[in-house]
């Protein structure tokens, strides 16, 4: 067959067969549309599906057809993260500074404290570790993604259940949006390559200079225009951030974090967001799923998700509930506020991406990380679902 009909064969199966099992089996309350895709993914992954029928998987899933495909995941996450990076309303967490420092901080901290304990544990054992990586890179990677929240993730389920305008929802948002400045931060520190330390600050200097004259020139274009225009503006950035040795997904981010939140519709960018998420995304799913490996045994790798999921949902409900000590919340906020924000989804597997790409983290290190956000994200929505109706009936 030829490679566009393999692709196509590729394509259709990535779209069917995540959607069928996710109507016909209903899973929406424990696993909404983008697990049941992350899963699919796995399955189709060389661990499961090229392990039991190698012939069937060689044959689909030539170096041709993966080199497309990636193509296309590289894209549609690029512009997953860089609308991430829109999502970021600066001047709201300034106004309300205190709450959504302290919150971040404890929300970020906490986990990342656990995350590096259960790394270090880890790193007693040989086979988790990738061949670049040094021990805290690698220790402060896991840890890292530990204390993710997805936030792009997030805004889908606020809206699913009735709580994204409200004003819990946005104070929820803001704690997220602080915390993801600090996680791509984090990771442009841990893919720093100190040989290339001039490119990389040469990179920084004019991507200031650029985005002072990008929010200059932004009010003047017209409206209709202005995605188009963010759209150029994230190429230049991916592309410069990779050419300095930093990964073109920290460029992404930052190119969405510098524009103002407001000079985008937020109906763009909400059609904008919906429409990758329908579009590109299954593609990467499936890229991240060839990616999963079980060199050091399954039982090993699920050993170790669990570890990883125990640091990261108790980190991140720890440092929840102090928060919600320190600023006198309502009962149940820290346990429902708690819950949102340690799904994991789809900015870690990103995350984990890129510590796979750079060597920090091994093949099965990933293939954990990865069920361990697939559980965590699983666990969000029926734990949510019977705190927010506890919150809603309980005395303010």
Not at 312 to 321: N, P
Request: proline share 4%; hydrophobic share 60%.
């Amino acid at each position: 067959m030829s490679t566009s009909e393999l692709f196509l064969i590729a394509l259709l199966i990535i779209f069917s067969l995540p959607y069928l099992v996710w109507r016909l089996a209903d899973t929406d309350n424990y696993a909404p549309l983008v697990v049941v895709q992350i899963g699919a993914g796995i399955l189709l992954g060389p661990g499961v599906l090229g392990a039991q029928f190698p012939q069937v998987y060689q044959a689909i899933f030539t170096p041709s057809v993966l080199g497309s495909l990636n193509g296309l995941a590289w894209w549609g996450v690029m512009l997953f993260v860089w609308i991430a990076g829109l999502e970021l309303d600066l001047v709201q967490a300034w106004t309300h500074r205190r709450e959504s420092v302290i919150t971040a901080a404890l929300a970020l901290g906490s986990p990342l404290v656990l995350g590096c304990v259960a790394a270090y544990a880890m790193v007693l054992e040989p086979g988790w570790m990738g061949p670049t990586a040094t021990q805290w890179q690698f220790v402060l990677g896991v840890a890292m993604s530990c204390a993710v929240t997805a936030l792009p993730i997030l805004v889908l389920f606020l809206e699913k259940l009735h709580i994204l305008r409200t004003d819990l929802g946005q104070r929820i948002l803001r704690y997220a949006s602080l915390d993801d400045i600090l996680i791509w931060g984090v990771l442009a520190l841990i893919l720093m390559d100190y040989q290339r330390a001039g490119l990389q600050l040469v990179f920084l200097l004019l991507f200031v200079l650029l985005s002072w004259c990008l929010r200059a020139i932004m009010p003047r274009v017209p409206v209709r225009d202005r995605l188009y225009l963010g759209l150029v503006w994230l190429a230049l950035c991916a592309l410069a951030a990779d050419v300095a040795g930093l990964h073109f997904m920290v460029g992404a981010f930052l190119a969405g974090v510098v524009i103002d939140a407001h000079a985008i519709d937020q109906a763009q960018r909400d059609a904008l967001r919906n429409n990758v998420l329908l579009l590109m995304m299954p593609v990467f799913f499936l890229s991240t799923g060839l990616r999963t490996q079980w060199g050091l045994g399954g039982s090993a790798v699920f050993v170790a998700a669990a570890w990883l999921l125990l640091a990261a949902v108790s980190g991140k409900l720890l440092g929840v509930h102090l928060a919600g000590r320190i600023l006198g919340w309502k009962r149940g906020e820290a346990s429902l506020i708690g819950w949102l924000l340690q799904t994991k989804a789809l900015i870690m597997i990103i995350f984990c991406n890129i510590l796979l790409d750079k060597g920090i983290i091994s093949n099965d290190a990933f293939t954990a990380l990865l069920l361990m956000a697939l559980a965590s994200t699983m666990l969000t929505v029926p734990v949510v679902n019977r705190n927010l109706r506890q919150y809603l009936g309980s005395p303010g």
